[in-house]
């Protein structure tokens, strides 16, 4: 069955790095995008970058653009966001979503790992 699985949260410091990695299954990886998002309490869920299937293209949110990386191994079947000069705004948790991208088809989202980003 489709699943996507987080992992890499933690709690680091300002100005520290964490890498993310969702581990994909149950589907044909190499069709999908894949994006990232995340999630604050009380905010709402938001979108930080995205990937093609094959990896040529990405774009991210303004937030985050020159210090996040998102990159994927469609061998692996797994996606990466790698993070550097964390901010305690970067706090909340961090969701990855697949989408197809081609035909109409329901997006995938994994459970989610924390990031808490504190002095």
């Known amino acids: 069955q489709v699943q996507l699985v987080e992992s890499g949260g933690g709690l680091v410091q300002p100005g520290g790095s964490l890498r993310l990695s969702c581990a994909a299954s149950?589907?044909?990886?190499?069709?999908?995008?894949m994006s990232w998002y995340r999630q604050a309490p009380g905010k709402e869920r938001e979108l930080l970058a995205a990937?093609?299937?094959?990896?040529?293209?990405?774009n991210y949110e303004d937030s985050v653009k020159g210090r996040f990386t998102i990159s994927r191994d469609n061998v692996a079947n797994t996606v990466y966001l790698q993070m550097n000069s964390l901010k305690i705004e970067d706090t909340a948790v961090y969701y990855c979503?697949?989408?197809?991208?081609?035909?109409?088809?329901?997006?995938?989202w994994g459970q989610g790992t924390q990031v808490t980003v504190s002095s």
């Open positions: 979503k697949a989408f197809p991208t081609r035909g109409w088809g329901p997006d995938y």
């Open positions: 149950g589907f044909t990886f190499s069709t999908y995008g």
């Open positions: 990937i093609t299937s094959a990896g040529g293209s990405a």
